[in-house]
């Protein structure tokens, strides 16, 4: 089965690979559903080394024979998954959550739920515009990304941007 993004999705296909132990004890026919069970709680709905790993989006292609290590059976498991990877000057639609008028606007994306991503729109990127000032809690606004920052297990990306 092959994923597909549509032109204004945020996420992107991608391939990766990932070791996956498996108790003996649980191995029979169904292999191939155990290892998407344990793989989709590692790696779904949180950053990875790559970015923000897509809900309901893991799908595996391949799996090696198992090698046996003590009591476990480790697997090398190559998976397809959308991939929400921010650069700079990508343009994002975001719906503001809050306007803290002392340090600046926070949003989160209006298209995805969960959201893959946390845009601060910081005060002092914005001194020229005259709208950053008149942005309220449920706006629709367009963010140009000027940074990202991400850890493997983080529940979504944070972004410095500013507003367009």
């Not at 998976?79 to 650069?87: D, G, H, N, R, V």
């Not at 910081?122 to 809690?137: A, G, T």
């Amino acid at each position: 089965m092959s994923l597909s993004t549509t032109s204004g999705d945020v996420f992107s296909a991608c391939v990766l690979t990932k070791n996956i132990e498996l108790p003996v004890s649980q191995l029979g026919k169904n292999i191939r559903e155990l290892l998407t069970n344990k793989l989709v709680g590692m790696v779904e709905g949180k950053c990875g080394d790559k970015g923000y790993i897509k809900t309901n989006s893991v799908r595996v292609k391949t799996y090696s024979s198992g090698a046996l290590k003590s009591s476990f059976a480790q697997f090398v498991v190559v998976y397809e998954c959308l991939i929400f990877t921010s650069a700079t000057n990508m343009i994002l639609e975001c719906k503001v959550i809050e306007n803290t008028n002392s340090a600046g606007v926070r949003a989160f994306s209006n298209t995805e739920s969960p959201t893959p991503f946390v845009a601060y729109l910081l005060k002092d990127h914005n001194y020229n515009n005259d709208r950053f000032n008149q942005l309220v809690s449920g706006d629709i606004i367009n963010v140009k990304v000027k940074c990202a920052t991400f850890e493997i297990n983080d529940p979504m990306v944070s972004l410095v941007g500013e507003l367009v």
